[in-house]
Antibody, heavy 120, light 107 residues
Framework: QVTLRESGPALVKPTQTLTLTCTFS??????????VTWIRQSPGKALEWLAR???????HYNIFLKSRLTISKDTSRNQVVLTMTNMDPDDTATYYC????????????WGQGILVTVSS | SSELTQNPAVSVTLGQTVTITCQGD??????ASWYQQKPGQAPLLVIH???NRPSGIPDRFSGSTSGYTASLTITGAQAEDEADYYC??????????FGGGTKLTVL
């Protein structure tokens, strides 16, 4: 059974760096074709894809946010970490991590999401 | 356009058929998948690889693609289908893009 869970701060101040951790079970990121991705959703807004890390370590980023994002993985701990620098109130959103499998390229399993509020 | 465009809102009478569309250049090369999101919940995959339906998704949900347009059709919409629906596709660089979402109201 595949599960994912996001963890991190619920509140960050403007200009701070956000660090979110996705802890998953039911699959291994060391297996060919496995990927983990981050997606966010501002209140009342559409889903926005942020970043993806693949089983081979390849990283992919939203081109508009690339300069602020870093995604990494710890295969032994079944964790993926996303950092986002220079947080702004517009970054207030629910952040989801999700499993993606190549070659279907679909987000088959999602975490419950974590609401991050950016406010001083 | 590099965007994926969806109608913001669509309504359907209970039991009738509704089609939600998603338009974008990348759909000529890459399949769209569709997600259903109800308030306070994470999105749920309802259609993948253009037309395939994951296990557990009712067969009233179907997908198709023609040219630049992907479509999600609900045949015989039920009250529980009222939700936001998002299409998503990718590009050759491994980047993904969501459409703006369609709010479906079942009357």
């Amino acid at each position: 059974q595949v599960t994912l869970r996001e963890s991190g701060p619920a509140l960050v101040k403007p200009t701070q760096t956000l660090t979110l951790t996705c802890t998953f079970s039911g699959f291994s990121l060391s297996i060919s074709g496995m990927c983990v991705t981050w997606i966010r959703q501002s209140p009342g807004k559409a889903l926005e894809w942020l970043a993806r890390i693949d089983w081979d370590g390849e990283e992919h980023y939203n081109i508009f946010l690339k300069s602020r994002l870093t995604i990494s993985k710890d295969t032994s701990r079944n964790q993926v970490v996303l950092t986002m620098t220079n947080m702004d109130p517009d970054d207030t959103a629910t952040y989801y991590c999700a499993q993606l499998v190549v070659p279907s390229y679909t987000f088959d399993y999602w975490g419950q999401g974590i609401l991050v509020t950016v406010s001083s | 356009s590099s965007e994926l465009t969806q109608n913001p809102a669509v309504s359907v009478t209970l039991g009738q058929t509704v089609t939600i569309t998603c338009q974008g250049d990348r759909l000529r090369s890459y399949h769209a998948s569709w997600y259903q999101q109800k308030p306070g919940q994470a999105p749920l995959l309802v259609i993948h690889a253009k037309t395939n339906r994951p296990s557990g998704i009712p067969d009233r949900f179907s997908g198709s693609t023609s040219g630049y347009t992907a479509s999600l059709t609900i045949t015989g919409a039920q009250a529980e289908d009222e939700a936001d629906y998002y299409c998503v596709s990718r590009d050759s660089s491994g980047n993904h893009l969501f459409g703006g979402g369609t709010k479906l109201t079942v009357l």
